[in-house]
Structures are given as structure tokens and as C-alpha cells.
């Protein structure tokens, strides 16, 4: 029986009741935010401006969750979402598709909603009256001003399904692992679609069975898919319960022929729960890897590499990384991937004539392994790249540096670089996952006094926390600039950036 404590105190207030509610907020998720009395109700899809009927579908103690009944008054930024699946055009049983939270808004105005989600976070988490928080720089092109098909990487589960073929190959209702069945997404890139058809005819054709997350049963759990907008390459990677797929040879041949991969790969993953790759691979033909530019850099991205998914945008938040960076001549990017904004920011002040180090530090080995190929690709030399988590590695690197170079008791800047591990940074990069960063690393950071910090971060809510610890730790936030990486989807992308005076 649910206990007392789980209903708000107005009594009206009740599971399956309509209530009318003035939308005063949106939150990243996509729920427009009112209030009966003092009591929060966050309502999938409202917008703000708008007077809607909601019914209540789920209530907690001090807010609760509901469904549009009727929009009373809409919004003038809702619009017909173009995708059928987001316009209730196509219902299906797992509910809508989760990857958008915005098709039914303006593009203009989801601008508008996302940046005032990035102050809501810092206002709220962070504890900034005033954060200084530009406009969003938006993803515009001369062809059309709302933008589509611009993700270079898609994630397709495969899960049984009562239909014909006895599976589905889609993306997963929100807050779910119910899949959605999908033919087409119009953020991801057109070439995705058709090797989407190609799988689930040899899946069809050739009997393979998908992968039952509860039974643990089956055989297809994932596709992945990389495209590049430098080389038009597109990677393939089938994930699967086992070493090798029925007529695997053939289906390579089909994805090359009608779907326009130039590598595929089979990753065998065996172990149980919600982990998209192993960490094997096998390539079944190509090189098993595509190439990317940002700029004149060019990067090899292998399977496991992380690498922003909007290339579109992707120079522009580096370009005001950088211009928020200045001239430091040692930097430190915390979280490398396949070399990333390491060898853009080397690259950069070499055709400066500007001397630089950048150190790449990144956990995960294959990232590290493409960030120092990509290193020798471009003929950049004045980068060093270290596999490590950035937790550990950093704070170690930075105590023996303060030890080394202290002089009563202060840190100083070295202008060379002979030995890394000898030297304090001017500046450090930090991009972490979602997540956001480590306690030690912001603690390293602080204690050891790194003048410049630039962090770009993919959730707001994240970055928020990080930014009041290191404010409390004495940093200064200067400005945040949110980049539309993800029109559409309630996520954003910030660069922020902090500095911090030098001791007495």
C-alpha cells in the first residue's frame, strides 16, 4: 500500500485527475513545467506559454508527472513534428521514439528553451544570481534553417518483436527499454536508414535470431553506425552474442554494394546488461576505421573512439574552446578520445608559429591508440598522449609538478616542456562524459592553482555541479557559451570558462 507520504497535500491532487495548468518552464527531458498551488506537475511535450488540461499519471511527494489531455492554449512556437513516429502518426505499443524532445517546437525557440535550461542549471545547482550565459549558437546551414539528418552516429537496438519478422530494429521509448520500431530517423545521417534495411533483410533471409536482454537469448543486440561528412565512409558495426554471423561474407558484400559502407566489423559481446560494445572486434572487410576532419586536422576513428556526433558544428565549438584558451604553450586535455581538441588546439598554433605542448590523456586504449596515429596523419609533433583514467593520472602529474617547481611555496609556470610530468599547465581542458568529472581531478585542479580551465560539457546539470566546486575552490566562471550540437533533443553543449588569480 503507498504510503501517505507520496500524495501532495491538496487533496484534488489524485492518480488519472485533469487539472489545468499554465506551462511556466521546459526542462532538458522535454516536460513542460506548471504548478497547482505550490504543487510542480512536469507534462511530456507542453511548452512553455501554454495553457494545457493535463491528466496526472504518476504522483510523488513533492511533484508528479502527467499527459496532455487537451491544449487549451497553444504555444506559437508548436509546430507538426516532419517525423511520423513524433507525430503520433505511426503509434506504436513501446510508445514514442526517445530520441528527440522537440520536433513540435520552432527551431528558434528550442534555441531560446535550451538556453534558459543552461541557466536553470547553473541558477539552481550551481548557485549563480546572474550566470553569464551567451545566446545558443545555433546549427544553421544555407540550404535549410531547421536542421536534420546531421548525427554521424547512430546506436540501432534489436530486440524480439510481435511482428512478421519476429524482431524489431529501432531506438527505445523514452525512460525505457522498450524498443521502438523504426524504418527511419530523420537526425541521423541518410545512409544510416539503408544499412538499417539491408541487416533486417539478411536478418530475415537468413534466420538470425535477436537478442532477448531478459533471457538472455539471441543472437543481433546492436548496430552501429559511423559516418563521415569529410569522406562520406561509413562504418558498420554488427554486435552480436557470438564470434561469427550466418553468411557474415555476404552481408559485408550487401552493405558495401546498396548501403554504401566502406568497413564493417563484427564485435562478439557476451556478457549480460545494458553495455553497447565489447571489447573485441573483427573486421570483416574495410580497414575498421573512417576518417573525419575538423578544420585541416584529420582524424582515424575506430570503433571505440569517441568523437562529437553533429561534424557540422563540431569546429565551432572548438574554434571558441580555443578562443576562450588564449596562448597558453602547455595545455592538458583531460579527456582526449581520438585526439580531438589535443591535436585541433596543436595544429592551430603551429600554423601560428606559437609554441605549444598538448598532453591527451584519455581511459580508454584504442581512443589513445587512434589520438597518437592521428598525431602522426597530420605531422603534429608537439603532442604527447597517456592511456590512464584522468582522476588518477593528473593529480599525480600535478603534485610531483608543484613539488618540482615551487618557489616559496607558489607554483610557477615553466615556459618549456622537456618533461611533462615536471610542468604546471596554463590551461586545462575538460570534456568529460555525461557524468561529468571527478571530485579528485576538480581537486587537483584547485590545488594547484591552473590559472585557465575550459570545459565543454554535454549536460548542464553536470557542468553546473562541477563549476560550484570549483568556484568554492576559487575560479571564477567567466562565460558559457551553449552550442546546438543536438537540435531537437532537450541536450545542449557548453564551453565554459574559468579562471583563477595566482596567490599572494
Same mark, same amino acid.
Given at each position: 500500500m503507498e504510503s501517505q507520504k507520496s500524495h501532495p497535500a491538496n487533496t484534488t491532487l489524485r492518480k488519472n485527475a485533469i487539472v489545468t495548468l499554465d506551462i511556466i518552464n521546459v526542462n532538458a527531458k522535454g516536460f513542460g513545467i506548471g504548478r497547482v498551488d505550490d504543487f510542480v506537475l512536469f507534462t511530456e511535450g507542453a511548452l512553455p506559454g501554454e495553457r494545457i488540461e493535463a491528466?496526472?499519471?504518476?504522483?510523488?511527494?513533492?511533484?508528479?508527472?502527467?499527459?496532455?489531455?487537451?491544449?487549451?492554449? !497553444? *504555444? #506559437?512556437?508548436? $509546430?507538426?513534428?516532419? @517525423?511520423?513516429?513524433?507525430?503520433?502518426?505511426? !503509434? *506504436? #505499443?513501446?510508445? $514514442?521514439?526517445?530520441? @528527440?524532445q522537440f520536433q513540435h517546437c520552432d527551431y528558434a525557440a528550442q534555441l531560446e528553451i535550451k538556453k534558459q535550461i543552461v541557466i536553470d542549471a547553473l541558477t539552481r545547482i550551481g548557485g549563480f544570481s546572474s550566470p553569464p550565459v551567451?545566446?545558443?549558437?545555433?546549427?544553421?546551414?544555407?540550404?535549410?534553417?531547421?536542421?536534420?539528418?546531421?548525427?554521424?552516429?547512430?546506436?540501432?537496438?534489436?530486440?524480439?518483436?510481435?511482428?512478421?519478422?519476429?524482431?524489431?530494429?529501432?531506438?527505445?521509448?523514452?525512460?525505457?527499454?522498450?524498443?521502438?520500431?523504426?524504418?527511419e530517423c530523420l537526425l541521423q545521417h541518410p545512409m544510416h536508414k539503408r544499412v538499417l534495411f539491408v541487416v533486417r533483410n539478411h536478418m530475415h533471409a537468413r534466420k538470425i535470431t535477436p537478442y532477448d536482454e531478459?533471457?538472455?537469448?539471441?543472437?543481433?543486440?546492436?548496430?552501429?553506425?559511423?559516418?563521415?561528412?569529410?569522406?562520406?565512409?561509413?562504418?558498420?558495426?554488427?554486435?552480436?552474442?557470438c564470434d561469427h554471423l550466418p553468411a557474415e561474407d555476404e552481408l559485408a558484400q550487401t552493405l558495401v554494394r546498396d548501403a554504401g559502407a566502406t568497413t564493417v566489423l563484427i564485435n562478439p559481446h557476451t556478457a549480460r546488461g545494458n553495455t553497447v560494445l565489447g571489447n573485441r572486434f573483427r573486421t570483416l572487410t574495410g580497414s575498421g576505421s573512417i576518417e573525419e576532419s575538423i578544420g585541416a586536422v584529420r582524424y582515424r576513428i575506430s570503433p571505440q573512439s569517441f568523437f562529437q556526433v553533429n561534424s557540422h558544428q563540431v569546429k565551432k565549438l572548438y574554434d571558441i574552446a580555443l578562443q576562450m584558451a588564449g596562448n597558453a604553450d602547455y595545455i592538458i586535455d583531460a579527456h582526449a578520445g581520438a585526439g580531438?581538441?589535443?591535436?585541433?588546439?596543436?595544429?592551430?598554433?603551429?600554423?601560428?608559429?606559437?609554441?605549444?605542448?598538448?598532453?591527451?590523456?584519455?581511459?580508454?586504449?584504442?581512443a589513445i591508440n587512434d589520438a597518437q596515429k592521428n598525431a602522426d596523419l597530420n605531422g603534429i609533433n608537439n603532442v604527447t598522449f597517456q592511456v590512464g583514467a584522468a582522476e588518477e593520472v593528473i593529480p599525480t602529474m600535478l603534485s610531483a609538478a608543484n613539488a618540482m617547481n615551487c618557489t616559496n611555496g607558489h607554483p610557477n609556470t615553466v615556459s618549456s616542456v622537456p618533461t611533462i610530468s615536471a610542468a604546471r599547465p596554463q590551461l586545462v581542458f575538460l570534456d568529460p562524459p555525461r557524468k561529468g568529472c571527478e571530485t579528485p581531478l576538480l581537486d587537483a585542479l584547485i590545488t594547484a592553482h591552473i590559472p585557465k580551465v575550459v570545459y565543454i560539457s554535454c549536460d548542464p546539470a553536470t557542468l553546473a555541479r562541477d563549476i560550484k566546486h570549483l568556484h568554492s575552490g576559487g575560479y571564477t566562471?567567466?562565460?558559457v557559451q551553449p552550442v546546438d550540437m543536438f537540435p531537437h533533443t532537450g541536450h545542449v553543449e557548453c564551453v565554459a570558462l574559468l579562471t583563477k588569480e595566482e596567490s599572494a
Open positions: 491528466q496526472i499519471v504518476k504522483l510523488k511527494s513533492r511533484y508528479g508527472f502527467a499527459k496532455i489531455s487537451r491544449i487549451i492554449t !497553444p *504555444s #506559437p512556437a508548436r $509546430i507538426t513534428p516532419r @517525423c511520423t513516429v513524433a507525430a503520433g502518426l505511426r !503509434p *506504436s #505499443p513501446s510508445g $514514442i521514439c526517445g530520441g @528527440c551567451a545566446d545558443v549558437l545555433g546549427h544553421f546551414d544555407a540550404s535549410d534553417t531547421t536542421p536534420w539528418h546531421y548525427r554521424n552516429k547512430g546506436i540501432f537496438p534489436v530486440a524480439p518483436a510481435d511482428n512478421a519478422d519476429g524482431f524489431a530494429i529501432g531506438m527505445y521509448a523514452a525512460r525505457s527499454h522498450r524498443l521502438v520500431e523504426i524504418d531478459s533471457s538472455h537469448t539471441g543472437t543481433m543486440r546492436q548496430i552501429m553506425v559511423r559516418t563521415s561528412a569529410a569522406t562520406d565512409e561509413v562504418m558498420v558495426v554488427l554486435v552480436a552474442t580531438g581538441i589535443t591535436l585541433y588546439a596543436a595544429h592551430q598554433a603551429a600554423t601560428q608559429g606559437r609554441k605549444l605542448h598538448a598532453l591527451g590523456i584519455d581511459i580508454v586504449a584504442a566562471l567567466q562565460q
